[in-house]
């Protein structure tokens, strides 16, 4: 099945409602895109739109997840995160247990183009005590990793799609917080991926095995706290490492395994991902290609780098 991993949580956050009355939905005008319309049509007496008011929508939140509510702020990616001053001080400072949800992230969105593109959103709030970033992969990833977000505790940042992307999971899948995926076998290489790129991480590693190359494809859909133990293990396993985000390079998932690498077994790593540049209009399709984000650009990537 195909489907955006944000209507995955549109879809959840209404079936959730249903069983935790604690659960409010706030939106910064964007209910029919961030399809947090779904709960406001259930309980329009738990949603609240604030307006074209991420600012104001995250205090508001904050309030509430201290009044032992269970808060889930709605906005695209871009504009949400932007409002880190105020994410910095009333959520993360206070350690509350708020849902920040950050939809139409990456160069995935397609025309709309840069002014409405999360390319930065990881880094900003990875940098942030307390809070924890996720990203799922698919609609059954989604949909798990929003039912164990109304127990956790603490802030949480979580990244999400306009895209459709079909599933990579099955239908019995267990979301593990903190714990990566591996989904393909392998020792040549490794591939780190998170959200989006999961998919094209797969068919790249399809491409690679027919050139004998055998590519371990891992699933990171926490990026906050990351998973060390599975990627020291598979970075000690393959030789030689590799990242795929949706995202810029500088403070993601690519510089996350970095980090980790250089204090407990130094390797290469390859990062795929924007590198210092802003995003542009295009169809996602067309985007991907000219970034090396698809199948066959990742596939590209590792190829030539394996035979360097």
Not at 163 to 174: A, G, I
Not at 225 to 244: G, H, W
Request: hydrophobic content about 35%; some cysteine; proline content about 3%.
């Amino acid at each position: 099945m195909s489907k955006a991993t944000r209507t995955a949580f549109g879809e959840e956050i209404a079936k959730l409602g249903e069983e935790y009355s604690e659960i409010v939905v706030l939106d910064a005008d964007l209910s029919k895109s961030t399809m947090s319309q779904y709960f406001a049509k259930k309980f329009p007496e738990r949603f609240f739109e604030m307006g074209i008011e991420e600012a104001h929508m995250i205090g508001v939140g904050t309030g509430l997840a201290l009044s032992g509510k269970i808060p889930y702020c709605c906005s695209f990616a871009c504009f949400i995160t932007g409002r880190y001053d105020t994410i910095r001080i009333s959520a993360a400072y206070s350690n509350a247990s708020i849902r920040l949800i950050g939809t139409h992230a990456g160069i995935g969105i397609g025309e709309d183009g840069t002014s409405q593109m999360g390319l930065e959103d990881i880094s900003l709030i990875r940098s942030l005590p307390n809070f924890s970033v996720c990203q799922p992969c698919d609609e059954i990833e989604t949909k798990a990793l929003i039912r164990y977000t109304v127990k956790h505790k603490g802030p949480m940042y979580i990244r999400l799609t306009r895209q459709n992307l079909r599933d990579v999971n099955p239908p019995t899948y267990n979301f593990q917080f903190g714990k990566g995926v591996e989904l393909t076998e392998g020792n040549d290489a490794v591939i780190f991926a998170t959200g989006a790129l999961v998919n094209e991480a797969l068919d790249a590693s399809n491409k690679l095995r027919e050139k004998g190359i055998n590519l371990r494809v891992v699933n990171i859909h926490t990026i906050k706290p990351i998973d060390e133990e599975l990627i020291i293990k598979c970075a000690k396993e393959c030789k030689t490492v590799f990242t795929a985000e949706d995202h810029t390079i500088i403070g993601g998932l690519g510089s996350a395994v970095c980090e980790v690498l250089a204090e407990n077994f130094p390797s290469k790593v390859f990062r795929i991902g924007l590198k210092d540049v802003f995003g542009e209009s295009g169809t996602p399709e067309a985007l991907y290609r000219k970034y090396g984000f698809d199948s066959e650009g990742i596939a590209k990537t590792i190829e030539t780098k394996m035979n360097s």
